[in-house]
Structures are given as structure tokens and as C-alpha cells.
């Protein structure tokens, strides 16, 4: 198994959006096992030509994006091609379908991404999850607030990152987030006559995400992350995420077997899959499954084997290397997302020597660009950065990394009330 170096001379695609967290990673892990990588980039058509990139793709039209992925795969073949983030899984799908590669069907890729239609086969596939509804974005908001039980969650169908996810507790509240969401998505340019959102019951209990790889629909656990932080609504932003988890190892082996069940009822059968569950006195049951990793620059905490890479055993594992046998490295591991706390202008951020300073935190990356606008949740999709930690307690790595997340003060202007706004626009600023 892994025999350095035999994948050298193979050409991979990479299909990823130009803000993704994840092109690094894989493009180090693509480098390491000696492959040619292609990146196929999402841009408009005519940004594609204008900045003379080699394989612009519009994933929003998966059918010319296939399209060009094949014809360019005539000249220079691929033996594989992949999503390096939930924006182009069912465009990979389709393109390995389209060259006779491995991958998940197109529909598993598309239920994973359509959180209506995956509830839709979890319920029938017998998984567990929450009572939901799907509502029309034109619906009279008061009426669908007299027919819901509370609490409840609002969600759009096909974001991520808990954006625009609002839990309501009354008839009120679900009209203000249903409000909020619309605009979210109205935004996104989702049609009004079409659009729909989902509204569910929410799901108490603490909260876990499963990290693992599928081979022909068997899962094989890479790892299993406690969310310490209570994530009660009414906004679900994420933080902190430790492995190895604290649960007992019966629950453990529960959450698996409903990952199991649910990518079965989805059909996804190959490659990474990333779930997130809520346990609570009834057991598990299933917020979300998706054909990807884990988002953001959180793998950068995961090893296995001998140093590999989590994107490295992805790769691996896409070229069809055996990966039962890979476990982790042993020690505690924990990474904190740090969530945007006020929207506005990032002005950067003090303190990052102190935090680096705490024992048992191995990194921090701030990805917030200086000047740059920061949107916090329900409508923003991205954080301020990333702590890293390890040792050989989880309390203990959960715990520097929260000191460490205080000794950071960030300088964020405000956003301007929309009034004020608008009159600097007319005095000619700018912002
Ligand atoms: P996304 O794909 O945008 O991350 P999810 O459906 O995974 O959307 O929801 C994001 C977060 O919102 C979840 O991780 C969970 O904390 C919370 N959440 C979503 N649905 C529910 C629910 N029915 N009950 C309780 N919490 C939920």
C-alpha cells in the first residue's frame, strides 16, 4: 500500500472556486504524489478568456462545463477529476461519468447538495432526521408560521457554511428569518416564483462531524469531531472542532452506522464524505451529508499513517489505493474557525504573537484580507481565520485554543447604517 512515487506522470482536474479555503491544500498534496494537475476554475466565460485562464469552467452550467472538461480531456486525458469543495461536486460527477471515471452518480452528488431532496431520501432510506417542510419564497410567511411547530430552522436548499440557517422559536421570529432568508437567497439569484426554502424542526443536542472515506459504499472513519461550543441557533456559526471525540464508543459506532445508512439512501458510494450529526437522548440523527471534506483550512490539523495528508489520501484514494487500513496519528487535534463577531471593514488584528504563545497551539492563519469587507452569518460565508492546536489531551487543545482565540483583538470598522451609507455613495466615497 502507498508506494511513493507510482503516481507520478498522472494528470488530475481540480475543479474549484477562485475563494476556496481548499486549493492549497490540495495542490500541496497533488505535488507531493508527483501529479500533473489541471485546475478547472469557476469564472464567467468571458473572464475566462480576458484573464487568459487555461480551463475557466461556469459551474452554475454544468452541461457546457462538462462540455469543456471532456473536450479538453481529448487532448490531455485525466484519471480523475474532482471537486476540492461542495461547488463542483455534481460537475464532477457528471464529467466522470462523461470519461468513464469512478465517482459518485450525478444524482447521489446532486442530493447531496440539495438539502430538500436529501432530506427527502433520508427519510425514505429510513435515516434519521427532523420533520421538515418545503416553502415557496412567495408563500404568505404569516400563514406558514401558524403551520410550523416550534422551535424550527429556516435554511436555503443549496448553500453552505450556515448561511442563511436561522432558528425560530415563535410564529414572529420565524417571519423575521423567513424574511432574512428570502433576501439572502434573492441575493444569490434564486428566482422568486421558483425558490424555495426549507423549513425543519430543530434538533436538540450536541453536535459531531464525521470525516471519512467511501469505497464502494463502505465507510471507513478518518475521524470524529466534538463541537464543544452550544450551537442553539438563533445563528449556527461554526468554531471549535476536537477529535478525538469524548463520546462513548457505543455512540460512536451509532453515528457511523447512520452515516452509513444515509450516504446508502443518497447512493453516494467513493470518495470523501463529510457528516454532520446531532445526538441526543434518541441518538443520532442527520443535519447533513456531503460528497466533499471538511470546508475551511481545518484539515490542516488531521495526519495519517506516516504524515500523510488528509487531501493526500483523498488523492490517493481517487487513483484507487486501499485506505482501510490508515488511521490517524494519535494525538488530540482541534482547530478553531474564528467566526466574524460585527460586519464591516477589516482592519486587522493584534495579538497573534501572544496567542501563538500558548502552549499546544501549533499555528494561526488570518484569512480575513486587510480592507476587505467581513460578513458575519447568516448572510456571510467565510471567517476571520483559523487557531490550530494539538497535544495529548483533548480537554487540554480545546481549552489552549480557546485562551489563545482571546489574546486576538480584531479591528473591524462597523458596517454604516444603510442611510449613512447611501449619502457618502451620493457625496461620491466610494464604500
Ligand atoms: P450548511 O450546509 O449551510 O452548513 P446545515 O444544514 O449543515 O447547513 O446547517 C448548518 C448548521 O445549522 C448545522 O451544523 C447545525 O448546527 C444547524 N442546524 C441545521 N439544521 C438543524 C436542525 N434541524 N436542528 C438543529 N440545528 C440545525
Given at each position: 500500500?502507498?508506494m511513493g512515487g507510482e503516481e507520478a506522470g498522472k494528470r488530475i482536474l481540480l475543479l474549484m472556486s477562485p475563494?476556496?479555503?481548499?486549493?492549497?491544500?490540495?495542490?500541496?498534496?497533488?505535488?507531493?504524489?508527483?501529479?500533473?494537475?489541471?485546475?478547472?476554475?469557476?469564472?464567467?466565460?468571458?473572464?475566462?478568456?480576458?484573464?487568459?485562464?487555461?480551463?475557466?469552467?461556469?459551474?452554475?452550467?454544468?452541461?457546457?462545463?462538462?462540455?469543456?472538461?471532456?473536450?479538453?480531456?481529448?487532448?490531455?486525458?485525466?484519471?480523475?477529476?474532482?471537486?476540492?469543495?461542495?461547488?463542483?461536486?455534481?460537475?464532477?460527477?457528471?464529467?466522470?461519468?462523461?470519461?468513464?471515471?469512478?465517482?459518485?452518480?450525478?444524482?447521489?452528488?446532486?442530493?447531496?447538495?440539495?438539502?430538500?431532496?436529501?432530506?427527502?431520501?433520508?427519510?425514505?432510506?429510513?435515516?434519521?432526521?427532523?420533520?421538515?417542510?418545503?416553502?415557496?419564497?412567495?408563500?404568505?410567511?404569516?400563514?406558514?408560521?401558524?403551520?410550523?411547530?416550534?422551535?424550527?430552522?429556516?435554511?436555503?436548499?443549496?448553500?453552505?457554511?450556515?448561511?442563511?440557517?436561522?432558528?425560530?422559536?415563535?410564529?414572529?421570529?420565524?417571519?423575521?428569518?423567513?424574511?432574512?432568508?428570502?433576501?439572502?437567497?434573492?441575493?444569490?439569484?434564486?428566482?422568486?416564483?421558483?425558490?424555495?426554502?426549507?423549513?425543519?424542526?430543530?434538533?436538540?443536542?450536541?453536535?459531531?462531524?464525521?470525516?471519512?472515506?467511501?469505497?464502494?459504499?463502505?465507510?471507513?472513519?478518518?475521524?470524529?469531531?466534538?463541537?464543544?461550543?452550544?450551537?442553539?441557533?438563533?445563528?449556527?456559526?461554526?468554531?471549535?472542532?476536537?477529535?478525538?471525540?469524548?463520546?462513548?464508543?457505543?455512540?460512536?459506532?451509532?453515528?457511523?452506522?447512520?452515516?452509513?445508512?444515509?450516504?446508502?439512501?443518497?447512493?453516494?458510494?467513493?470518495?470523501?464524505?463529510?457528516?454532520?450529526?446531532?445526538?441526543?437522548?434518541?441518538?443520532?440523527?442527520?443535519?447533513?451529508?456531503?460528497?466533499?471534506?471538511?470546508?475551511?483550512?481545518?484539515?490542516?490539523?488531521?495526519?495519517?499513517?506516516?504524515?500523510?495528508?488528509?487531501?493526500?489520501?483523498?488523492?490517493?484514494?481517487?487513483?484507487?489505493?486501499?485506505?482501510?487500513?490508515?488511521?490517524?496519528?494519535?494525538?488530540?487535534?482541534?482547530?478553531?474557525?474564528?467566526?466574524?463577531?460585527?460586519?464591516?471593514?477589516?482592519?486587522?488584528?493584534?495579538?497573534?504573537?501572544?496567542?501563538?504563545?500558548?502552549?499546544?497551539?501549533?499555528?494561526?492563519?488570518?484569512?480575513?484580507?486587510?480592507?476587505?469587507?467581513?460578513?458575519?452569518?447568516?448572510?456571510?460565508?467565510?471567517?476571520?481565520?483559523?487557531?490550530?492546536?494539538?497535544?495529548?489531551?483533548?480537554?487540554?487543545?480545546?481549552?489552549?485554543?480557546?485562551?489563545?482565540?482571546?489574546?486576538?483583538?480584531?479591528?473591524?470598522?462597523?458596517?454604516?447604517?444603510?442611510?449613512?451609507?447611501?449619502?457618502?455613495?451620493?457625496?461620491?466615497?466610494?464604500?
Amino acid at each position: 500500500m502507498f508506494m511513493g512515487g507510482e503516481e507520478a506522470g498522472k494528470r488530475i482536474l481540480l475543479l474549484m472556486s477562485p475563494a476556496t479555503y481548499r486549493a492549497g491544500a490540495f495542490l500541496r498534496a497533488a505535488q507531493s504524489l508527483g501529479l500533473e494537475v489541471v485546475v478547472g476554475l469557476d469564472l464567467p466565460e468571458r473572464l475566462t478568456e480576458y484573464w487568459h485562464v487555461p480551463l475557466g469552467l461556469d459551474f452554475g452550467q454544468v452541461g457546457s462545463a462538462v462540455e469543456a472538461i471532456v473536450a479538453y480531456a481529448r487532448e490531455r486525458p485525466f484519471v480523475a477529476v474532482l471537486s476540492v469543495d461542495d461547488s463542483a461536486t455534481e460537475v464532477a460527477a457528471y464529467a466522470n461519468a462523461a470519461l468513464g471515471l469512478a465517482s459518485n452518480s450525478p444524482q447521489a452528488s446532486e442530493a447531496a447538495r440539495d438539502k430538500l431532496l436529501m432530506r427527502r431520501l433520508l427519510s425514505t432510506g429510513g435515516v434519521p432526521c427532523p420533520v421538515f417542510r418545503n416553502v415557496g419564497l412567495q408563500a404568505e410567511p404569516g400563514w406558514i408560521a401558524s403551520q410550523v411547530s416550534y422551535p424550527c430552522v429556516l435554511k436555503p436548499r443549496r448553500l453552505s457554511g450556515s448561511r442563511g440557517v436561522i432558528r425560530a422559536n415563535n410564529a414572529e421570529e420565524f417571519q423575521v428569518a423567513f424574511g432574512r432568508v428570502k433576501r439572502l437567497l434573492l441575493g444569490e439569484g434564486v428566482a422568486e416564483a421558483e425558490g424555495t426554502l426549507l423549513v425543519e424542526d430543530f434538533i436538540p443536542g450536541v453536535e459531531v462531524a464525521l470525516e471519512g472515506l467511501l469505497t464502494d459504499g463502505q465507510l471507513k472513519v478518518l475521524t470524529l469531531f466534538d463541537k464543544p461550543d452550544p450551537l442553539d441557533g438563533p445563528f449556527f456559526e461554526e468554531t471549535i472542532y476536537v477529535t478525538p471525540s469524548r463520546l462513548p464508543e457505543e455512540t460512536q459506532q451509532a453515528i457511523a452506522e447512520c452515516v452509513v445508512v444515509a450516504a446508502g439512501a443518497l447512493g453516494l458510494c467513493t470518495g470523501p464524505v463529510h457528516a454532520e450529526l446531532r445526538v441526543n437522548e434518541g441518538g443520532p440523527m442527520l443535519v447533513e451529508i456531503a460528497g466533499r471534506s471538511i470546508g475551511g483550512l481545518c484539515s490542516t490539523i488531521l495526519e495519517f499513517g506516516s504524515g500523510l495528508s488528509l487531501e493526500e489520501l483523498i488523492l490517493r484514494h481517487a487513483l484507487g489505493e486501499l485506505v482501510e487500513e490508515v488511521e490517524r496519528e494519535g494525538q488530540a487535534a482541534g482547530v478553531m474557525m474564528i467566526p466574524i463577531p460585527v460586519g464591516g471593514m477589516y482592519k486587522g488584528v493584534y495579538g497573534v504573537e501572544e496567542a501563538l504563545g500558548v502552549p499546544l497551539i501549533t499555528g494561526i492563519e488570518i484569512t480575513a484580507r486587510v480592507y476587505n469587507q467581513v460578513v458575519p452569518l447568516p448572510e456571510g460565508g467565510s471567517y476571520l481565520g483559523f487557531i490550530f492546536a494539538r497535544g495529548d489531551d483533548v480537554v487540554e487543545v480545546e481549552s489552549a485554543l480557546r485562551v489563545a482565540h482571546h489574546c486576538l483583538r480584531f479591528e473591524i470598522c462597523r458596517a454604516l447604517p444603510m442611510v449613512e451609507r447611501r449619502g457618502l455613495r451620493e457625496a461620491g466615497a466610494g464604500w
